[in-house]
T-cell receptor, first 116, second 113 residues
């Protein structure tokens, strides 16, 4: 089955710096890669996603890149702010024929701390 | 548009008891998935429901079950609770599945004593 590895497990940056989180996946049939932000006491919040037919996607300070050949994808946060502090999860999803949504396989998470 | 809601938010149960958790998806969403989140295992998929039918299932014992109603609301049930079932149970909804984004609720924190 699919396996997703996420690095680093913790990341500490100064406010204004950039943060990069990397994930690798094992199944080349995976075609959808979302990133979630989870704050304490809350459920994961979808912040950006990318599909296998796209190499890069940006949304303001957040960008995601996908390298299908190497089977890895990354989250880039620029000009980090204290409110970016949270746990970030990457995930991968297989497309199952017949319309069924393959379940998301999550990485173990990265705890990002942005120091003011 | 209201987000995914889950009730109750917190629950304390004793070993051997059973528990039912409820999830109301975003209006118009027909697919509901359930996940278990623990510090050791992370986020793990339990099952997905679409049009009142279980469409996909993860690797959890039969003590974990679920159902979906005609209004897309879903419930999950855990019977004969074990200490290891203590976790945050998350519900996620999407329009139809397949290629749609999943949006999570706040979760139900279950503690088994």
């Amino acid at each position: 089955g699919e396996n997703v590895e996420q690095h680093p497990s913790t990341l500490s940056v100064q406010e204004g710096d950039s943060a990069v989180i990397k994930c690798t996946y094992s199944d080349s049939a995976s075609n959808y890669f979302p990133w979630y932000k989870q704050e304490l006491g809350k459920g994961p919040q979808l912040i950006i996603d990318i599909r296998s037919n796209v190499g890069e996607k940006k949304d303001q300070r957040i960008a995601v890149t996908l390298n299908k050949t190497a089977k890895h994808f990354s989250l880039h946060i620029t000009e980090t702010q204290p409110e970016d502090s949270a746990v970030y999860f990457c995930a991968a999803r297989l497309y199952l024929y017949g319309g069924s949504q393959g379940n998301l396989i999550f990485g173990k998470g990265t705890k990002l701390s942005v120091k003011p | 548009k209201a987000g995914v809601t889950q009730t109750p938010r917190y629950l304390i149960k004793t070993r051997g008891q059973q528990v039912t958790l409820s999830c109301s998806p975003i209006s118009g969403h027909r697919s509901v998935s359930w996940y278990q989140q623990t510090p050791g295992q992370g986020l793990q998929f339990l099952f997905e429901y679409f049009s009142e039918t279980q469409r996909n299932k993860g690797n959890f014992p039969g003590r974990f079950s679920g159902r979906q109603f005609s209004n897309s609301r879903s419930e999950m049930n855990v019977s004969t609770l074990e200490l290891g079932d203590s976790a945050l149970y998350l519900c996620a909804s999407s329009l139809q599945g397949a290629l749609d984004e999943q949006y999570f609720g706040p979760g139900t924190r279950l503690t088994v004593t």
